[in-house]
């Protein structure tokens, strides 16, 4: 990864948890408060620096940025209004689903990216339905395009944000529950292992093309005089302790950056010729 690469990568996944702490604020401004991590979640926002990253590297390869679609932050210089039809595509088992990033070509959709991300402190159900949420957006968008409902062939995508904290690092120690025993891989496997193994199946499989994978610490705590709990550190019993935020790729050669914007920059390519288009600005990611 060169330092352009990390200093973009830093700054998307720093906005990550920030844009959580803004979004939080803002409820609780006007009287608010969704449960544990949810008012941060749901504000809808928390990965868009992600997905305003990707499309930027789907611009500077040659994609015309009225092409690049995601919900882009307010100051976003290609941000425009009123675009979610160029990112909602048909589905098979229920009406549209809205992706993260799509770029089209011709008004056909030739990169489809899923963003999905997991916080602590509980991480047991919350990962089953990330796996759940992963297979079956890939099934219902492989039965679309073969029912004619999405045309060509879009290369699809999965990228997972994962907190990095005790918990999530440690062993999942989580008994069998059922007549017969998890596949043996699983055992004592963390929670950010158990990612990776999901993106990297779901690859091998074909239901995604490509799949990144990234953990990240907070910057700060998210415990609560109410909610002290809400901090895994605080949880397991871990005191005194601090917070310092950082991130790092726990598969950087099968699932890393660099790797993902190659495959991405190669698929953008074959459409758009290599380069910013005539006349489009000489931006760096973040600039």
């Known amino acids: 990864m060169t330092p352009e690469q990390a200093r973009d990568v830093h700054d998307a996944v720093l906005a990550y948890w920030t844009s959580r702490d803004e979004a939080a604020l803002r409820q609780a401004s006007k009287g608010v408060s969704d449960a544990g991590e949810r008012s941060g979640a749901t504000s809808g926002a928390h990965l868009d620096r992600v997905a305003q990253l990707l499309g930027r590297v789907c611009i500077a390869a040659g994609a015309p940025p009225e092409e690049v679609y995601y919900k882009a932050p307010a100051d976003d210089p290609y941000k425009r209004e009123n675009i979610s039809e160029g990112y909602t595509l048909p589905g098979y088992y229920r009406p549209t689903k809205q992706w993260d990033v799509v770029v089209r070509h011709d008004g056909k959709p030739i990169v489809v990216i899923e963003l999905k991300s997991q916080n602590g402190p509980s991480y047991s159900n919350n990962a089953n339905n990330r796996a759940e949420e992963a297979i079956g957006n890939a099934v219902d968008l492989r039965r679309a395009k073969e029912a004619g409902l999405v045309p060509g062939n879009p290369w699809t995508a999965y990228a997972f944000v994962i907190e990095d904290d005790e918990r999530?690092?440690?062993?999942?120690?989580?008994?069998?529950?059922?007549?017969?025993?998890?596949d043996e891989i699983f055992a004592g496997w963390s929670y950010i292992s158990r990612v990776c193994l999901l993106s990297r199946r779901l690859v091998e499989d074909g239901h995604y093309d490509?799949?990144?994978v990234l953990a990240t610490s907070r910057p700060t705590c998210p415990a609560t005089v109410k909610e002290p709990k809400r901090c895994a550190?605080?949880?397991?019993?871990?005191?005194?302790?601090?917070?310092?935020?950082?991130?790092?790729?726990?598969?950087?050669g099968g699932l890393g950056y660099v790797s993902f914007i190659t495959d991405l920059t190669r698929q953008i390519e074959r459409y758009y010729k290599s380069g910013p288009a005539i006349g489009q600005p000489q931006l760096s990611l973040f600039d």
């Open 168 to 182: 999530s690092r440690g062993s999942d120690r989580a008994k069998d529950r059922g007549f017969h025993p998890k």
């Open 210 to 212: 490509a799949a990144w």
């Open 233 to 252: 550190q605080i949880k397991f019993g871990i005191e005194p302790h601090g917070h310092r935020f950082g991130w790092f790729e726990p598969d950087p």
